[in-house]
């Protein structure tokens, strides 16, 4: 920083004289490539790393002690969230195993409840995780019984390495081979339910057709004729008409329209274990074996036309009241469709920090994301390790991670709006509350310890008051009901008032065979359309409306109320996911990511305005995040300085004196043994760094840049950001698995970079022949203008092999375009700055 601070002072107090204009342009950018940097290692002054001791949570809370003489778990509840929209990008199969590997995870089952929600009010989706709850009654007494890892069938079968390696063999192989067959047959069942549920409705369409044919023949001949018009419906397999969306909902997944649909696939399971048998009509043996199963319900909120769903967000918090009522567990879990258990002691794994001392001031235990199925190289940086494994984990030592979407385990009272337990002593007594606004809101769990109280907001008004929680969470009460019990239920133990006054912790759950017709009616209820009208949900209550990153915003309410929250990096990955490896794809995701970050920079939720509760360096941390799509307007700049100084003759300094060099130098050195720092302690490859660099430009100088604009576009303008789904693969193509890879989809996205990479090797052209014609020929200061052009190309080298396909299938046209492009703007330099013969060879630009 201290070098950077001189270098600056230097090349501001020494312009170029003979070009003013490049020595502007680049201290601009090199002032605010200084101020990024900054604000990117800032955060990472105080690094942790952190491990569990899975052990000391078992003795606590599943050990016979004189509070709990059976040894019965008194683990609190867990309500999973899962998110799915289309089926036609999120294959259903990839779904049903997120679903399976959750159902088997260990975790007591009567404390586990599975929440899928599916945006697309889809048939296909519905019908398939039927037949994963089917499924789940042989695959997950299988995994329990045999200890299987990963307990996502269709990876556990793929595996790689040798199933039979540390297992007791004999029952072992004949149990595995049965399992085998029973999910290559439910997969079976799976890719043909699309099939099945077209016909069941095309016979019917067909019938509609041919009646609507009819009536139109017997009208007159001079009436014109109506385009034959059938309301499409879809027909369940008994018959009853489908309330969703029709069998796939319209690319535009989030505005299919469609009533609220709750299933409760799996019902809630007794209380105590219930063991199988060696029954010959089940497929294996299962004596001894737990055969009972966690709740699942199928959730796909109410659509309607002229409502706002705000995508994600909108459905996570579908999901957070209909599980408030049906189950409410203590504690949410939420992950993506595609993201699956690979631990099955993950959610132990979260237990313990939130368990342990203290631990009712997190809000969410963040795990980071792992993928599978990207290509060897990760071309396109797409497993993200830096972020991963150093800024989060130096994000852990401050005041948490930031929420990344997917993976995270939250308490759920973090999420309904309150501040964090003994949050007065923290404070500074400076305004805490948001933004000035004094806003006055109850406190809340009238029933708790005073100390220990939750409150909205830091409200001078200590008393109860219920009737304003309709305000905020709408008027079910069974909602706002279960909100103080989730929060007592979600204590850590050390402080649990169930062990001090010796009751029973289970004593306030929601008895689960409550869950009868009225409770259901109850939760449907709260997911349709207007149950959100004139309550905080998306404000401040639930997942936070108004970005397309709803995960950092979410996640930054609550650090800003002065929750904190955990990285957990668990020895076997706790979760797995998939990313899109096609570059299109890829700067798409990326896109929606900066675009979300330009919304966040524009809204009330910029770091700039977080309250006193949020720690300095976090501060920062989440200011980077909503700024840094910012940086591709220079990048952009940056990356054509070296061909404008090729073209011209012309340097970003008058002279390469020694100054100079040696700052250059310096900064070179210390950035160099920075990132060998950060590489050994992140235990990252510095191959991946590298990746991470250059996806870093390319990804600045196309999907950054267009956030911007869009940004821009949504403040002046209030155009809409839409969230585009990223197709996930179904894992099914055996054949050529990185195929994804080498298809070139067109997007103008990819314009600036190919105009960069045309213009910087045209300017290496220009620049090579003009010295080998020159009388006398400047090898050297050829060399140091072709080594920067080279160092932008090499950056964007992935992106070239992207638009090369496998055999070069990109479309000529695209060549012939950024080809056109080039030459115009190097002839348009020519006009601007006409070269000057020989005369400028020997101009300004010289070496000491
Ligand atoms: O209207 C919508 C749109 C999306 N989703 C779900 O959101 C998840 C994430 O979508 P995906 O296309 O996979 O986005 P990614 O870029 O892969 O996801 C990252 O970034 C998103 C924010 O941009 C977060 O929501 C994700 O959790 C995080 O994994 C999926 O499960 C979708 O089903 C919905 O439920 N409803
Ligand atoms: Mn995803």
Redesign the pocket.
């Known amino acids: 920083m201290v070098v950077l601070g001189f270098f600056l002072t230097w090349r501001i107090s020494n312009p170029n004289k003979d070009a003013v204009w490049l020595w502007g342009m680049s201290v601009v950018c090199e002032i605010w490539f200084t101020f990024s940097w900054i604000l990117d290692q800032l955060p990472k002054l105080c690094p942790v790393n952190r491990a569990t001791d899975l052990n000391v949570l078992k003795e606590k809370f599943e050990t016979p002690n004189p509070n709990n003489p059976t040894g019965k778990s008194d683990l609190p509840g867990i309500d999973v969230f899962v998110?799915?929209?289309d089926p036609e990008k999120?294959p259903p199969l990839v779904t049903a195993n997120t679903i399976l590997s959750i159902l088997a995870s260990d975790y007591p089952v009567e404390k586990l409840a599975c929440y899928v929600?599916d945006?697309g009010g889809a048939l296909l989706t519905f019908e398939a995780m039927a037949e994963a709850a089917s499924f789940a009654n042989i695959w997950v007494p299988f995994c329990r019984k045999h200890n299987i890892e990963p307990r996502n069938p269709e990876s556990y079968f793929n595996l790689k390495k040798d199933p039979y390696k540390n297992k007791v063999l004999s029952d072992f192989v004949k149990d595995r081979r049965r399992v085998k067959r029973e999910y290559d047959e439910f997969k079976v069942r799976i890719n043909s339910l699309p099939d099945s549920i077209r016909r069941r409705s095309d016979a019917y369409h067909a019938r509609e057709e041919l009646k609507a044919m009819r009536e139109q023949r017997q009208k007159k001949d001079d009436e014109p004729v109506e385009a034959i018009k059938i309301k499409k419906a879809t027909w369940m397999a008994d018959g009853t008409h489908w309330p969703g969306t029709w069998l796939s909902p319209t690319a535009d997944?989030?505005k299919g329209d469609h009533a609220g649909i709750i299933q409760v696939m799996l019902k809630p399971p007794s209380d105590e274990p219930l063991c199988g048998t060696s029954d010959d009509s089940k497929v294996i043996d299962l004596t001894d074996v737990d055969i009972r199963l966690p709740m699942l319900v199928y959730v796909s909120r109410e659509k309607r036309p002229g409502y706002d769903?705000n995508?994600?967000a909108g459905?996570m918090n579908a999901l957070v009241r209909a599980s408030a009522i049906m189950s409410n567990g203590a504690f949410i879990l939420n992950l993506?469709?595609?993201h699956y258990i690979y631990n099955s002691q993950a959610m132990r794994e979260g237990m313990c920090f939130m368990m342990d001392r203290g631990g009712d001031r997190i809000c969410y235990v963040q795990f980071p994301?792992r993928f599978e199925g990207i290509d060897p190289s990760d071309r396109y940086a797409n497993r993200n390790t830096v972020f991963f494994d150093g800024n989060m984990r130096a994000l852990d030592g401050l005041q948490g991670p930031v929420y990344?979407?997917?993976g995270c385990l939250f308490r759920r009272v973090a999420l309904y709006g309150f501040d964090p337990p003994r949050s007065k002593e923290h404070s500074s007594g400076f305004c805490s509350c948001c933004f000035g606004q004094r806003k006055k809101h109850a406190t809340f769990a009238n029933n708790l310890e005073e100390n220990r109280a939750l409150r909205m907001s830091d409200s001078d008004d200590e008393g109860m008051n219920l009737s304003l929680a309709p305000k905020m969470f709408g008027n079910s009460n069974l909602l706002i009901d279960s909100i103080p019990v989730a929060e007592f239920q979600g204590r850590p133990l050390a402080d649990h008032p169930s062990v001090k006054n010796g009751r029973p912790p289970g004593a306030l759950t929601i008895p689960r065979d409550l869950l009868d017709a009225s409770t259901v009616a109850e939760a449907i209820s709260v997911i349709s359309c207007w149950y959100e009208e004139k309550t905080e949900w998306g404000q401040r209550v639930g997942w936070i409306y108004g970005s397309?990153?709803?995960?950092v915003v979410t996640g930054y309410r609550m650090h800003n109320r002065g929750w904190k929250s955990i990285y957990c990096v668990t020895k076997r990955d706790a979760f797995r996911g998939t990313?899109p490896i096609n570059l299109t794809d890829r700067l798409h995701?990326v896109l929606?990511?900066a675009t979300?970050s330009v919304e966040i920079f524009f809204s009330r939720n910029n770091a700039l305005l977080a309250s006193s509760r949020m720690k300095v360096l976090q501060r920062i941390a989440y200011l980077n995040v909503g700024i840094y799509p910012f940086t591709s307007a220079f990048l952009l700049v940056y990356c054509f300085l070296p061909a404008l100084s090729l073209f011209s003759g012309q340097f970003i300094v008058q002279t390469l004196n020694v100054t100079f060099l040696v700052y250059l130098l310096i900064i070179t050195v210390t950035l160099c043994a920075l990132a060998v720092l950060e590489v050994k302690w992140s235990g990252i490859e510095l191959e991946e760094w590298w990746r991470n660099e250059q996806f870093w430009l390319i990804g600045g100088t196309s999907a950054h840049l267009a956030a911007v604009i869009q940004g821009l576009l949504k403040v002046i303008a209030g155009v809409e950001i839409s969230?585009t789904?990223?197709s996930?693969s179904g894992g099914d193509d055996d054949d050529d698995e990185f195929a994804d890879l080498y298809e070139v989809k067109w997007t103008s996205l990819m314009i600036p970079p190919i105009v960069i990479i045309m213009v910087n090797m045209i300017a290496i052209a220009v620049g090579i022949s003009r010295t080998i014609y020159s009388v006398i020929p400047q090898w050297s200061r050829l060399l140091g203008g072709v080594f920067f052009s080279f160092w932008v190309l090499a950056h964007l080298y992935p992106f070239a092999k992207g638009l090369m396909g496998r055999r070069g299938r990109t479309p000529t046209i695209v060549f012939v375009w950024s080809g056109l492009i080039a030459i115009i703007i190097s002839l348009l330099w020519v006009a601007i700055n006409p070269p000057a013969g020989s005369n400028q060879i020997g101009g300004s630009f010289q070496f000491p």
């Open positions: 998110s799915t929209a999120e929600s945006d997944h989030a769903h995508k994600k459905a993506d469709c595609d994301q990344v979407g997917t397309v990153t709803e995960d990313a995701q929606r990511w979300g969230f789904l990223t996930k």
